[in-house]
């Protein structure tokens, strides 16, 4: 079933099965009702969304995450094949995922609805990378080879 929900995201992103839909919270059907708020999403607004990489190279389309509520970060790009990493919120304002081995640690210097802001903490570096939310419909452009 997480497989399948980050599966499912992807090709929304992609346009792909456009009849599909999606279920309102990737959370176990146990979890507790009070973690949902009234509308039924789930309070965190880090979660289920489609995240695009705002500060990337203007020329190309940004990479984007998809923090899912069952520990699933899907990684992708228009260029890179995806990828399903496993990831977990330290604190409020903390967060960390494994990418090939390492784990990477990430303040959330700001977030919203439509925004959000991480701080990387790579060795002695601090990288700032800022993201949106993606539009729906989007496919990515064709690349040049």
């Known amino acids: 079933m997480d497989t399948k929900a980050a599966i499912l995201a992807l090709m929304s992103v992609w346009g792909v ?3 599909a839909t999606l279920p309102a919270s990737a959370q176990d059907a146990e979890a507790p009702e009070d973690a949902t ?3 039924g ?3 965190n607004p880090l979660l289920n969304k489609v995240w695009i990489r705002a500060d990337a190279d203007a020329a190309l389309p940004g990479p984007m ?3 899912l509520g069952d520990g699933t ?3 992708d ?4 094949t995806y990828r399903l990493s496993k990831w977990q919120q330290v604190s409020d304002s903390a967060i960390s995922w494994d990418e090939d081995g390492m784990t990477i640690n990430a303040d959330i210097a700001s977030i919203s609805a439509t925004e959000l802001v991480l701080n990387l903490k790579l060795g002695s570096d601090v990288q700032e990378q800022r993201y949106t939310t993606a539009t729906v419909p989007y ?3 064709d690349m040049v080879k």
């Open 17 to 19: 099965g456009t009849c």
């Open 37 to 39: 708020d009234e509308a």
């Open 41 to 43: 999403e789930n309070e």
């Open 65 to 67: 995450q998809i923090f």
């Open 73 to 75: 970060l899907v990684s």
């Open 77 to 80: 790009s228009c260029w890179e």
């Open 139 to 141: 496919v990515c452009p």
